[in-house]
């Protein structure tokens, strides 16, 4: 099984910082990534899928590149909105994959 | 408006069995692959199963496979978690949702595995 590895496990930045979160497959998956965050006590919500594509709705700060393994998720200037948890999900096989999660803070 | 409204969580003893349900309304539902996704207290989001457009296809994370069974009915708008042998660490919120097609979301049904 294909297996999705996020780094940092967790960050603490100040607003109006470039925040750049990473993802790496344990095999290539093409452009078959999305990136969700889950704020504290919400549902999680869809940012970027097709690895670079933006979610209708979704501020112009995140963007998401990378192909084959290794990915990358960037808030250009974070808010105190942002403050969530940040996951990558593969679905590019029967088995679908989340990442363990980036917990992003304010300092 | 799209809704999503899961139901059928509760307490159950380990080995025992739930069936979830997650109703649905706002879009055309027999258009979409549907997922359920489960995240334990504090802990992070995992993948569960996911279901073709006209339930001809399924496929579960290993940890669930045959134990699990996902079904839908295109005519009442509505998918299904059959979810047999629990276990302790089935324990979780169970969300269904559409994804990165269109990040349909519910609000999830807990499930607990306890004696």
């Known amino acids: 099984d294909i297996q999705l590895t996020q780094s940092p496990s967790s960050l603490s930045a100040s607003v109006g910082d470039r925040v750049t979160i990473t993802c790496r497959a344990s095999q290539g998956i093409s452009n078959y990534l999305a990136w969700y965050h889950q704020k504290p006590g919400k549902v999680p919500k869809l940012l970027i899928y097709?690895?670079?594509t933006l979610q209708s709705g979704v501020p112009s700060r995140f963007s998401g590149s990378g192909s084959g393994t290794d990915f990358t998720l960037t808030i250009s200037s974070l808010q105190p909105e942002d403050v969530a948890t940040y996951y990558c999900?593969?679905?590019?096989?029967?088995?679908?994959?989340f990442g363990q999660g980036t917990k992003v803070e304010i300092k | 408006e799209v809704q999503l409204v899961e139901s059928g969580g509760g307490l159950v003893q380990p080995g025992g069995s739930l069936k979830l349900s997650c109703a649905t309304s706002g879009f055309t539902f027999s258009n979409y692959w549907m997922h359920w996704v489960r995240q334990a207290p504090g802990k992070g989001l995992v993948w569960v199963s996911r279901?073709?457009?006209?339930?001809?296809?399924?496929s579960y994370a290993d940890s669930v496979k045959g134990r699990f069974t996902m079904s839908r009915d295109n005519a009442k708008n509505t998918v299904y978690l059959q979810m047999n042998s629990l276990r302790a660490e089935d324990t979780a919120l169970y969300y269904c949702?559409?994804?990165?097609?269109?990040?349909?979301w519910g609000q999830g049904t807990l499930v607990t595995v306890s004696s």
């Open positions: 279901i073709k457009t006209d339930g001809s296809y399924t």
């Open positions: 949702t559409s994804l990165y097609t269109s990040d349909y």
């Open positions: 999900q593969k679905y590019n096989s029967a088995l679908e994959t």
């Open positions: 097709g690895a670079s």
